[in-house]
């Protein structure tokens, strides 16, 4: 009975405590932990989302610029400018309008120049099954969506975590390489005869490097990528290399593909996981 009445008493003294100067101070000091978190965390995904519109913008403006090369071979190919303009408006896949004025530079018919953008856009069908899940757009959005997947587009959101991040590195890059793709198709269309051979060694090499720039963060030492993937990029890569002197211009992309059966022959992979015991990653059924 006397312990009841202890234990009831000491719950009253910690009850009046915390009715105390200490106890609105404490919550109040929590509460003010719990907003700096806050705050910090909404600082850092601003960041982040910045990060992403900027690079998004920046591939976009410097892969657009290829368009006046664009313009300039259609032009040159025969095409009107208005032409031109309207495969820049309407197809919107560099690989597929270069193949189609690249035939008819070359004397082809229409039936053949089309199948080879055809056959070069096919690539942009598999892209689009790879973004779908990660866009999770839906109805007319999907629809409008389909439209801006391409290689660039793709690259940089398939990089990104989350919906959120890769809706925004899809739209920031996408809608930037659509203007200026279409605005210096016009342009290049407009000016092909005043390109020297200098500015037009300058155009090639645009594509390429931007393509590198993105290639290289998974190419360094440490980099978090499967035995797959490194067999992939490689035998696709000498594939490519290959077929460039003796095969048509585009063909080769598609055929590097074939790489992908020699990751399948080497056998699966899992990701690295933390080891239980000392925390650290290691990898099983192949190096990472």
């Not at 700096?36 to 591939?59: C, I, P, T």
């Not at 657009?64 to 664009?70: D, E, I, Q, R, S």
């Not at 199948?115 to 942009?124: K, M």
Request: proline share 5%.
């Amino acid at each position: 009975m006397k312990q009841s009445e202890h234990r009831a008493e000491r719950s009253e003294r910690g009850a009046e405590r915390s009715k105390g100067p200490e106890g609105p101070a404490r919550a109040e000091r929590v509460m003010k932990q719990s907003e700096h978190r806050a705050e910090h965390q909404e600082g850092n995904q601003r960041s982040e989302r910045r990060r992403v519109v900027r690079d998004g913008v920046s591939l976009g403006a410097a892969v657009g610029l290829y368009g006046v090369a664009f313009g300039a071979t259609a032009t040159a190919a025969g095409l009107s400018v208005w032409h031109a303009c309207l495969l820049s408006l309407v197809m919107f896949t560099g690989a597929s309008q270069f193949a189609l004025a690249g035939v008819l530079a070359a004397g082809g018919g229409p039936v053949a120049a089309v199948g080879s953008a055809l056959l070069l856009g096919t690539r942009n069908t598999v892209y689009g099954l790879s973004l779908a899940e990660r866009l999770s757009y839906r109805g007319w959005r999907r629809a409008a969506a389909a439209h801006w997947v391409i290689d660039e587009t793709t690259a940089v959101t398939v990089r990104e975590d989350g919906t959120e991040l890769s809706r925004l590195a899809f739209l920031s890059s996408g809608a930037t390489l659509f203007l200026f793709w279409n605005l210096t198709t016009v342009a290049g269309s407009l000016g092909a005869q005043s390109f020297g051979p200098v500015l037009q060694a300058a155009l090639d090499s645009v594509v390429p490097a931007a393509f590198l720039a993105l290639l290289w963060p998974r190419l360094r030492r440490g980099a978090d990528l499967l035995r797959e993937q490194r067999i992939v990029a490689v035998g696709g890569a000498c594939i490519a290399l290959l077929l460039t002197p003796v095969s048509p211009p585009g063909l080769q992309i598609i055929a590097a593909g074939l790489a992908v059966l020699l990751a399948l022959r080497a056998g699966p992979s899992t990701p690295p996981k933390p080891s239980p015991a000392t925390g650290e990653s290691e990898s099983v059924g192949g190096s990472s």
